[in-house]
């Protein structure tokens, strides 16, 4: 008998996970002792970071998606099936064809999906740039616009790319400013806290950008609804905002697979932030936004995790004791300052990251990144 | 006294960071009707400052702190 260890995601995670057990097993996926196979509904993998850039027209649709298949190791089985529920105690993934897929170990890497319809008019008044669709959109709507207000709202937290909404808000500035349109274009930044960010080092180094770009924010700012076509935002505070084009992060919801076997109480897989296990079943491992441990829901972390997660497997199926640990390492770059400066931030659980002035020189670093990330998809960066 | 408030609804975000137990009450207050009261369990040490300064940005009211021991309750009315 094999040991079959399926993910479930295409993904980041899905694949560097993949990828880091065909390299740490490859003498038992050749003897046939292991069996390894990855889940995903769609053939692609979207890189969705540089979705940001698309609405600039900085990057294109074919740059930000790659079949999956390319990207595993040939030793790697792909199957473009949606996984549907999973029943732990029988240790089985039920497919939305019919089908059941068994498993010896399973790892969850099913991401978040954006929840536009959870606030009234979103849908029908926002744009958002979390996937090439919504940025070409967005790229139409930015290069026809010549004077008004652009709302940037952070809607809903957690989401994907922490930083993207002040990095979108940086770019856009430097759009219009570099079209001579800056004077006729207002800029407002909204943040559901009492401040611009939730961690105090990045709001401390943000806020005097801000404020020198003229981008004006708002904070404790939370939409409840909003009227599409009065073009407002009506918040849970009672406050009012007008816009002529809202830049919306939307709330994020888990996949429904997760409350198929109640792995969380909410969106999110109930998990140990270390091993990364599921704590409400055996045998499960979580990566990336589907774990809810206290960092951030950002490609770093899935980057990070799946070498945590691919060692302990690979123990596991040798036999042995898994020891690696996750220490909740998490680095993101925030690009868009002027068009083109950068900082980055780095931290592990418990720290608080600490800023280096921004500069051409990370933003290039950024950049070089995005044109090697399917090196990391692959497992090799 | 706390256990006097009877809250319509509980909302346990124990072993949350920050911001997860302010989102989860924002969260909450959205659908809670006028003069419900509303319970917040947290050990975030933040939510002591974070909560009452949206509660009064929002126009709701801050009952009570109670010091649990190893959590904090947070009784809230929906205005």
């Known amino acids: 008998m094999s040991t079959k260890i399926c993910v479930v995601g295409g993904g980041s995670g899905g694949t560097i996970v993949a990828n880091r057990l065909a390299d740490n097993l490859r003498p038992e996926l050749e003897s046939g002792e292991v069996e390894i196979v990855v889940l995903n509904d769609t053939p692609y993998q979207l890189y969705k970071p540089a979705t940001l850039y698309m609405a600039f027209g900085r990057s294109e649709v074919s740059e930000v998606k790659r079949p999956v298949e390319e990207l595993l190791d040939p030793r790697v089985k792909f199957r473009q099936k949606k996984a549907v529920s999973i029943n732990p105690e029988a240790k089985t993934l039920d497919l939305a064809s019919g089908e059941t897929c068994n498993y010896d170990y399973v790892v969850l890497t099913t991401g978040s999906k954006l929840a536009m319809e959870d606030v009234p008019g979103l849908k029908e008044a926002g744009h958002h740039f979390y996937g090439p669709e919504g940025s070409e959109e967005l790229r139409e709507e930015l290069a026809n616009f010549d004077a008004g207000k652009i709302v940037v709202s952070v809607i809903g937290v957690p989401h994907m790319c922490p930083v993207a909404p002040m990095e979108f808000a940086f770019l856009a500035d430097d759009w219009f400013r570099t079209r001579d349109k800056r004077d006729d274009v207002e800029i407002v930044y909204t943040y559901p806290m009492n401040d611009i960010f939730g961690m105090d080092p990045i709001a401390d180094w943000a806020r005097p950008l801000m404020e020198e770009r003229d981008i004006k924010t708002e904070t404790f700012f939370n939409p409840e609804k909003i009227d599409p076509d009065e073009k407002v935002i009506h918040t849970v505070e009672g406050s009012e905002l007008d816009f002529d084009v809202l830049v919306a992060i939307p709330p994020h919801k888990g996949d429904d697979l997760i409350k198929s076997a109640d792995l969380g109480d909410g969106e999110w897989v109930d998990t140990n932030q270390y091993t990364l296990e599921a704590e409400r079943a055996n045998d499960v491992y979580v990566i990336g936004d589907a774990a809810d441990v206290p960092t951030s829901k950002a490609g770093s972390v899935a980057h990070y995790e799946s070498g945590v997660v691919a060692d302990r497997l690979a123990s596991q199926a040798r036999g042995k004791t898994p020891t690696a640990r996750y220490d909740g390492k998490t680095v993101c770059f925030v690009d868009g300052v002027d068009g083109d400066k950068a900082t980055f931030i780095q931290f592990e659980y418990g720290e608080e990251p600490d800023l280096p002035e921004e500069s051409k020189l990370i933003h290039w670093a950024k950049h070089s990144y995005n044109e090697a990330y399917w090196l990391t998809a692959k497992g090799l960066l | ?79």
């Open chain 2, 1 to 79: 006294m706390s256990e006097d408030y009877n809250p319509d609804k509980v909302i346990d975000s124990r072993e949350a960071a920050c911001p997860g137990p302010l989102m989860d009450l924002i969260g909450q207050v959205k659908s809670a009707k006028s003069g419900e009261v509303l319970e917040l369990k947290t050990t975030d040490e933040g939510s002591k400052n974070d909560v009452p300064d949206w509660l009064d940005k929002a126009g709701h009211e801050l009952l009570e702190v109670v010091d649990q021991g190893d959590y904090w309750s947070i009784y809230v009315e929906k205005s």
